[in-house]
């Protein structure tokens, strides 16, 4: 297949179905970025092959490929992010994300109160082992998967997984003795 060929194909179908992928996909997933992730993986896959033409139903190709991607995300992924930091007090909810996320204009409090949190983050960090402090660091500051840290690393993805979910359990258990310390 000549590759301008190819490339009007690619086109077509990404126009045909990339909206519908992203319908598919986005109540499957926990936010947006897991969902657009899972789109691109799939578009990747899709403009690999080299026998596109030779596809008989693209579209139930690509709902099965999609639906595959999920599944996949949901055994890599059983980690827990930043995101995942929440607390409630009286007053609701509390996310450390939410306010190392918040602007300067916020106030002095909220400033202090970010620079407090990095601060322990960081210390934090360092405590752990070598390799579970650059699984966490390549995945959450990084924003690399951790199939692509898998691969870089030379490392199963299971191994991986583990020393993701070792640094995060050690990073929430440091990260709510400072929310105590500074709810009180």
Same mark, same amino acid.
Do not use: C
């Given at each position: ?28 997933? +926990?936010? #947006? *970025?897991?969902? $657009? @992730?899972?789109?691109? !993986? ?5 403009? &690999? ?27 890599? +992924?059983? #980690? *827990?992010?930043? $995101? @995942?930091?929440?607390? !409630? ?5 509390? &996310? ?30 360092? *405590?752990?082992? $070598? ?54």
């Amino acid at each position: 297949m000549p590759q301008n060929e190819k490339e009007n194909i690619i086109s077509q179908t990404v126009l045909s179905y990339g909206g519908k992928l992203m319908s598919y996909i986005r109540p499957k997933v +926990k936010n #947006t *970025e897991d969902a $657009e @992730d899972i789109l691109q !993986e799939v578009w990747y896959q899709f403009s &690999s092959l080299t026998n596109l033409s030779e596809i008989v139903n693209i579209g139930g190709w690509l709902y099965r490929v999609t639906a595959n991607k999920i599944t996949d995300k949901y055994r890599k +992924k059983k #980690t *827990e992010n930043l $995101e @995942d930091f929440v607390y !409630e007090d009286e007053d609701g909810e509390f &996310s450390i994300k939410d306010i190392l996320l918040m602007d300067e204009s916020a106030g002095p409090e909220i400033k202090m109160f970010q620079d407090e949190i990095w601060k322990k983050l960081f210390d934090a960090l360092d *405590e752990l082992p $070598e390799k579970q402090r650059l699984v966490y660091i390549e995945n959450e500051l990084n924003d690399k998967t951790l199939q692509q840290i898998a691969d870089e690393q030379g490392d199963n993805i299971k191994t991986i997984i583990s020393r993701k979910n070792y640094a995060v359990k050690h990073l929430r258990n440091r990260l709510r003795r400072l929310y105590e310390d500074l709810k009180n």
